[in-house]
């Protein structure tokens, strides 16, 4: 059988759509003509929706040509509005300008008047806003920084409040007042009691103690940061807080004395640069620790071997008061060595009594002379950081120079601490030494008193019995 080209491109055709429908429809076709009947329809709805596609897209290209025409004509309506308001601005301005002249000319010789006017308050409208008082009377700067910035010429009534702010604050410079606020930094919660002395200082009392303050902006302001009262970072020490309390439990009419800052809060804040004892122990460094150390363990060892001594002393003490020997102290000991040789002679008691006393002398003066190297150990690590500190100080000197005084303030406050502490180490324990000597002393001398009255007893009582 011969097939000519139309009938197998045909045949390839039938083909394709029938595996087309089948796999639209889900079921085979049972003959050529249905298996074309599909292809036909399925071709004429691609086409229609191919239609309905292209005809949504002019639709929308339509659509945005126009919106594209309205947004130009919108700008260019826009650009002209703004054309126009800027000629308006321009031609404001020159006409602000002429009535600025004519200002400026009918106010002759007052227009500096004003000039001042508005100066002045701007300058006192800054201290007053600064000022302690208006911690108490907040706002009182608003009208006066208000005039300063105004632009338009001052009324009576605002040129008087220049004056009035003045005086004001020339009466609450001489008034101690006490009035409620808030004050950050503090930890008693609420508002609290604060005594304004003048504008030169202000304390908060919290808990019964007073803490001061100072009107300040924040330390990191946000945008126009208003002024509040805050509590000073370090305390000045207890004496004159403990003038601020007696000032604040003074009576009406009582004369007391009262803590004064005349720069209004800059010497008191000096002591936020003053170290605390933590501060001033690390300034010492290694050295410092370790003389400290020092001083712990001998100071905690010097104290047990005196309270052992002082009981032995006390033990000893009530033992010569009674004849019945004891192990309990030295003195018991020393007499139960008597017991024991008794029978013997006067040379061979002697000698077993010093022995006795030899043995219990070690034990009287254990730990002294720990002590006393201890003591004398300390200066000299005192002596040794004010060397290393002095080598720190030259080695800044010698990288940095001399300009900057703070670079060697490391090294000077290691050698003077580290000699502070040596010599705060070795005062007590000399005391200590001391003391544990002198009642091991005691005990000492006690034990020889004892021990030569037991071999005279003892002698005399061998002549008695001879006799």
Not at 76 to 82: N, R
Not at 143 to 159: C, D, I, Q, W, Y
């Amino acid at each position: 059988m011969k097939l000519n080209l139309k009938t197998i491109a045909a045949a390839a055709i039938l083909g394709v759509a029938t595996v087309g429908s089948a796999m639209a429809q889900g079921a085979p076709a049972s003959s050529i003509n249905e298996l074309l009947g599909r292809l036909r329809s399925d071709v004429r709805e691609a086409s229609q929706e191919n239609q309905q596609r292209l005809q949504e897209f002019r639709q929308e290209r339509n659509r945005q040509t126009s919106l594209l025409a309205g947004a130009r004509s919108t700008l260019a309506g826009l650009e002209a509005q703004a054309d126009s308001l800027e000629a308006q601005f321009a031609n404001n301005q020159i006409r602000i300008d002429e009535l600025a002249e004519e200002l400026r000319t009918a106010q002759g010789e007052f227009g500096e008047l004003f000039g001042v006017a508005r100066q002045t308050a701007g300058e006192f409208g800054s201290l007053i806003e600064g000022s302690l008082a208006s911690a108490q009377h907040p706002g009182r700067a608003a009208p006066l920084l208000e005039l300063a910035n105004s632009r338009v010429l001052p009324t009576r009534t605002e040129l008087d409040t220049i004056y009035r702010s003045i005086t004001e604050e020339m009466i609450y410079q001489g008034e101690i007042a006490s009035f409620d606020a808030t004050v950050a930094d503090l930890n008693c919660g609420g508002e609290y009691d604060v005594t304004r002395v003048g504008v030169f200082v202000s304390y908060a009392m919290c808990g019964g103690n007073a803490s001061f303050t100072r009107w300040a902006l924040p330390e990191n302001p946000v945008g126009d940061a208003n002024y509040v009262l805050t509590a000073l970072p370090s305390q000045p020490p207890g004496n004159i807080l403990g003038a601020a309390v007696a000032l604040y439990n003074a009576e009406p009419g009582e004369i007391v004395s009262g803590p004064v800052d005349p720069s209004r809060g800059g010497l008191l804040l000096v002591y936020r640069d003053i170290p605390d004892l933590g501060q001033r122990i690390e300034q010492g460094r290694i050295v410092g620790k370790i003389i400290l150390g020092l001083l712990a363990v001998s100071v905690a060892f010097g104290l047990f071997r005196l309270l052992m001594l002082v009981l032995e002393s006390m033990a000893v003490s009530g033992q010569k008061r009674r004849s019945t020997p004891s192990k309990g102290n030295s003195l018991g000991r020393v007499m139960l060595a008597y017991e024991s040789v008794k029978d013997h002679n006067e040379e061979v008691i002697e000698m077993k009594l010093d022995e006795a006393i030899l043995r219990e002398t070690p034990k009287l003066e254990f730990g002294l002379n720990f002590l006393k190297l201890a003591a004398g150990i300390a200066p000299l690590l005192g002596l040794l950081g004010t060397v290393t500190g002095m080598i720190r100080t030259f080695t800044q000197i010698t990288l940095f120079g001399t300009g900057d005084p703070r670079i060697m303030a490391g090294g000077i406050s290691e050698a003077l601490v580290t000699t502070v502490l040596g010599l705060i180490s070795a005062i007590p324990l000399l005391f200590l030494h001391s003391f544990a000597s002198s009642f091991a002393r005691g005990v000492q001398q006690t034990l020889e008193e004892q021990a030569a009255g037991i071999v005279a007893r003892h002698a005399e009582e061998r002549a008695g019995r001879s006799a």
